[in-house]
């Protein structure tokens, strides 16, 4: 390997002249984060025994600006993959709600004139929103990358920003999926706690992965989460109409 330090695995911090850490087994040619990483080997990880799962969990919970400074510098195989791990919580967020039998939009509060077609759309939209939700989350995770590259644009590339959303919103959706079980047996009063709770995560993750100028950052993230989560509910909801309405029409 001709660049000096590039036979330094950025993982363990071990030395080797081979392609591929003896130590650990990461990759020794790491650099900055990509799509085509971002998005890639999710057969490999996915339900891999070996992929540090409940690892990543806490360290998400306790230290979540480790983490994400971590795997951006290239500690890979220490962290579950974010696309993976995004899809992991998602699945299980699917099949608890399906058990419990658990609507998160019971109290839209939707109102359908007897006769109206327009009526009959909205509500024919908000259920088809309901039985895609896991669809619509991707526009989630870039809504939010999006903004925070907006906001925070000279610490990352749109790449890791959206690597770093996959992360969030995989504990966001463990968050929501635990709200679930309050909500179905101690009342819809604690429907919104999941979003709260989020909400309050996303400023604290942000403060733990920038370190610095606290103030402007947790002004920063509030503003931007709150941009993101609207324009990632219209979307969703401009996008189920649009599609209702074609198959009515």
Do not use: W
């Amino acid at each position: 390997m001709s660049e000096e330090g590039s036979n330094i695995c950025k993982n363990c911090g071990t030395r080797s002249e081979l392609f591929y850490c003896p130590s650990c087994g990461q990759r020794l040619s790491v650099h900055k984060v990509t799509f085509s990483e971002t998005f890639g080997d999710l057969a490999e990880a996915f339900f891999s025994v070996n992929a540090p799962l409940l690892y990543t969990v806490k360290e998400l919970v306790i230290s979540p600006g480790v983490l994400l400074r971590n795997y951006l510098n290239g500690q890979r195989r220490r962290y579950y993959k974010p696309v993976s791990f995004f899809l992991l919580t998602t699945f299980l967020y699917l099949i608890i709600r399906s058990i419990i039998g658990f609507d998160p939009f019971r109290n839209s509060m939707i109102v359908v004139e007897e006769g109206s077609l327009e009526g009959t759309s909205l509500t024919d939209a908000r259920n088809y929103m309901l039985l895609n939700i896991n669809n619509f989350l991707f526009i989630f995770v870039f809504t939010l990358a999006i903004f925070t590259k907006l906001l925070f644009h000279k610490r990352y590339s749109l790449a890791e920003f959206i690597a770093i959303s996959f992360y969030v919103l995989g504990l966001y959706t463990l968050l929501v999926t635990c709200n679930m079980f309050l909500v179905q047996y101690l009342g819809d009063f604690m429907q919104p706690a999941g979003i709260l709770i989020m909400f309050i995560y996303f400023i604290y993750a942000m403060c733990s992965l920038f370190q610095k100028s606290y103030v402007v950052v947790i002004l920063k993230s509030a503003f931007l989460f709150m941009l993101a989560f609207f324009t990632y509910f219209m979307l969703s909801y401009g996008l189920s109409y649009l599609i209702v309405s074609y198959k009515q029409g």
